[in-house]
């Protein structure tokens, strides 16, 4: 001890007016706003990216949103439909309206009204339209009407005067066929309810998006349903009763080593258990949520160890002091003060899910489906799987469709996303 006062007194004080400190304080200086530039450019950087995708999906995909759309005056009275409204009325409306040639309706006006060729200017899936105008409104069958039927591929692309990179003859004959028909007011862009409302299609003009949200829902219902009770009670026991032992270390270990493990090793999972041994049926909501459950789970029990963690043991102890039990004090407290934290991991482990592709690919739900899923065991894809496959199609219809569904999951995602931040903000508790 006297030897370390002797040192102290011996030193010298820092001289900070010499040249040398100055031109180490002058360094030190440029070194931290070097670094503070660096972390700058780093965020206008990341900024940057999200910007040019954003601007870049919305540029291409609004279109998506919106059909071209050409005039048909159909006159249904003289047709040779042979329905009369009183007949849809009955039971056997559906197979009625089946039967009749609507199509034939369909080409025969379009000749009628545009000459021999007027039939390319429609979509193959107009007379679709047709029929389910019929079905809304009966009373069309006795009177003359002009409808908005979606137009075809090649008269979207005249609307937007590209000729393709080939400047075929068709293409610029189109072109001018459209800047008649724009003339003439038979032509308009409208909202494109097909895209909202109707299931995958061969036709772009006729393809949607409902079809693969509403499986997304039903696969991320049994995904919550799964993984949310099991991957908390699972953390509460980890965090709350295992003894500390080798086992439970190998289980911690485990969990977390799960957590980082390529997607698509749970969708080999998922197709050796459920479908080959379970034998499950394949490509449907409820084998996506069970294969995406076992992916989200980890993520959950890691999230709910944390906030289970991070309540104050001053908690356990007044409430021990009270006289509740260790029960109580979990479920009336623990619990409740942790449910922010497990909530928000929750979401984002969900949000993770939601985006995920490739195990769902393994399970067979890049199938192609026509029909929106009326259950969890029908037929289904889900949104990341039909953006992968129309932006596999030849079809230049399907680029802008593409990313219009783009667009549909990131605001599904951003809505998750706000969930979870409003669920934080709401009940979060500071001590």
Do not use: C
Request: charge should be negative.
């Amino acid at each position: 001890m006297n030897t370390s006062l002797a040192s102290s007194e011996a030193r010298n004080p820092t001289d900070w007016a010499t040249d040398a400190m100055q031109r180490r304080i002058r360094a030190r200086y440029r070194a931290e706003k070097r670094f503070r530039i660096y972390g700058l450019f780093a965020v206008l950087l990341s900024a940057g990216f999200l910007a040019f995708l954003l601007i870049t999906m919305m540029s291409s995909g609004a279109r998506g949103f919106t059909q071209v759309q050409v005039a048909l005056p159909v006159d249904f009275s003289s047709s040779d439909i042979f329905l009369e409204p009183s007949q849809l009325d009955g039971e056997n409306r559906d197979q009625l309206l089946a039967e009749a040639d609507f199509q034939g309706l369909a080409r025969q006006a379009a000749i009628a009204a545009y000459g021999e060729d007027g039939d390319a200017l429609f979509s193959g899936g107009a007379w679709v339209s047709l029929r389910n105008a019929v079905s809304e409104d009966p009373t069309l069958l006795t009177r003359q009407e002009t409808l908005w039927l979606p137009a075809s591929t090649e008269v979207d692309f005249a609307a937007r005067g590209d000729a393709g990179a080939r400047q075929s003859e068709e293409r610029s004959a189109m072109i001018d066929r459209y800047a008649e028909l724009e003339e003439a007011g038979q032509v308009r862009r409208a909202l494109s309810w097909t895209f909202l409302t109707m299931a995958d299609s061969s036709d772009p003009t006729l393809a949607g998006i409902w079809g693969a949200l509403k499986g997304s829902l039903l696969t991320m219902l049994v995904t919550l349903a799964l993984a949310f009770p099991i991957g908390v009670l699972a953390a509460v026991y980890l965090e709350e009763y295992a003894p500390q032992n080798r086992w439970t270390d190998m289980i911690e270990v485990s969990i977390n080593n799960l957590a980082a493990v390529p997607s698509i090793i749970f969708g080999l999972l998922g197709l050796a258990v459920f479908i080959n041994t379970f034998h499950l049926p394949r490509s449907a909501a409820i084998v996506g949520g069970l294969t995406l459950a076992l992916m989200t789970m980890p993520v959950i029990v890691i999230a709910g160890r944390n906030a289970i963690k991070s309540v104050p043991p001053s908690i356990r102890d007044a409430a021990l002091g009270v006289g509740a039990s260790p029960v109580q004090v979990l479920t009336h407290h623990v619990l409740p003060l942790s449910l922010p934290g497990i909530l928000t991991g929750t979401i984002i482990g969900m949000s993770r899910a939601l985006g995920e592709t490739a195990p769902l690919l393994l399970i067979g739900m890049r199938a192609f489906v026509a029909t929106p899923p009326d259950g969890f065991t029908n037929p289904a894809t889900v949104l990341p799987v039909q953006i992968f496959l129309w932006s596999d199609e030849l079809d230049p219809g399907f680029v802008e469709k593409t990313s219009a569904a783009i667009i549909v999951l990131l605001l599904f995602l951003l809505a998750m996303n706000g969930i979870a931040i409003w669920l934080r903000n709401k009940y979060e508790q500071r001590w």
